[in-house]
């Protein structure tokens, strides 16, 4: 379970921009519109490039600010180093190392070999493929993580039986939405519950029976569009005959996590845990040499030769021409792959802590409650798009949700709607559109996993990988919760108010 800071700190420095509060939300606007349009426009789906976006953003957005420039700089600065942040990068890392393992240990072949043994064929592989990411992500409580290994492990696989690439990618996001939202120990659920002054067990409770509704009729849609949607043309000699049941001996590490991480240990505890299992089954069972998951490719000199000649430490060294000297191996490329995206988040980040000192949020929290939040149902309503409004400029779903969790409180409290309702609904969204937009953080986590499988599969080729443009309509059960919080704010299915039921006591983390 994570620890997570929700407060800002006393005393904060509020900056000025020209043209007003909502200015200060600019650096954040146009890293949006560069990524519509280097993804959408241009179909690149470079993360570096999304970088050099964000980065300018940030530059021009300094040019409005009214007065001494360093306290913009200090708040960049301040932005970068919130633990909101480094709770995603902990989780791509310690998943990127866990799904590059097992990958190398042949459980992707394991698992097309389960699926022919069980007639699973094309048209079901993403159904299937929605409830297994599901039941991960509620089990370990990192959707960023799910996406990440289910990326690297099952997608490959369905694409390989000819499930259509950008179904399987949405299929993917969606279960990670369903265990970010619905998970006790993800931060989006504890954010949500904290901030609204509500215990945790009981918002997770009280939240199910939404997270169901939109998981059937998600399903569901998976299953039609998988007959529907031609799938990938995989080609190459003995494509998929090799594949045997031995590699789905790795489905015991990955128990190991979800069984920690149930357990309430630290999801870093966890993930750990199942990487030695990985690891351990790898050399035990001869599924992969110690070499293809850490290698260090060392300059020949008299020292290197004698080290990799040695019993056990030569098993990881070996000797190349000094312009080839690296490290490689799954461990150190299941985390390097992520060091762009990890430069992204930090950024992006920023970016919203300088929309939050300079007042845009506000501005947006304050037009709604004045002129929009007139009832009930409007109110509800209301923080349904508020979320939304702010997911679609915070691409990290639980830095979206500090963000905003003041204005759906002070919302919710003035008309007196209980607290297990407002969590509920801060989640939901926050789940949601975190792994639906181009730019989001879940996307782009997947994706630059995504980008490393034709190095992976000689049959996997670069028309496989799915532009994060692309895959948006695809993830049913982000959009279909979303829709099921709008008919619930306006029919009242669920709502409770302050009186209806007291919270237990607040659990801090």
Known sequence: MSTVDVD?????????FRGGRLVSGFPIGFFILWAIVQSGVLGIGDTTGLVAGMLIGLILGMLFVKGNWKYYADTVFEGMTQRVAATAIVAWLWAGMFAQTLQDGGFVDGLVWAAQAFNVGAALFPAVTFLLAALLATGIGTGYGTAIAFVGLVFPAGVLLG?????????????????????????????????QEADIGGVVASRFKYAIVAAVFAFAAYLVAGAAMPGANV??????ESATALGLVHLLPIAVVIGTAVSGRHIIEAISWGLIAAVVLNLALGLA???AMLLFEAPQSGLTRAIADAPVIGAVVETVPAEDAAVGGSIYDGAAGFFSLIVLVLLIVAGAQIMRRGGAFDAIQDFLLDTVATSVRRAETTMVLGTAIVNATITINTAAEIAVAP???TLGERFNINGYRRANILDANTSALGYIFPWGGGVLAGYTEMQGLPEQYEWFTQAMVVNPASVWPYVFHGWL???????AAWTGFGREYVPDRRSEEVSRV
Do not use: H
């Open 481 to 487: 919760l979303v829709a099921v919080f709008l008919v």
């Open 8 to 16: 800002d700190p006393p005393n904060e420095r509020q900056l000025r």
């Open 289 to 291: 040499p110690a070499s």
């Open 407 to 409: 204005y759906i409180r």
């Open 163 to 195: 499930a259509n690439p950008i179904l399987m990618f949405g299929a993917i996001l969606s279960g990670a939405v369903f265990g970010d939202n619905l998970a006790p120990v993800s931060d989006t659920t504890i954010v949500s519950a904290v901030t």
């Open 235 to 240: 080609q190459g000699p003995g494509v998929g």
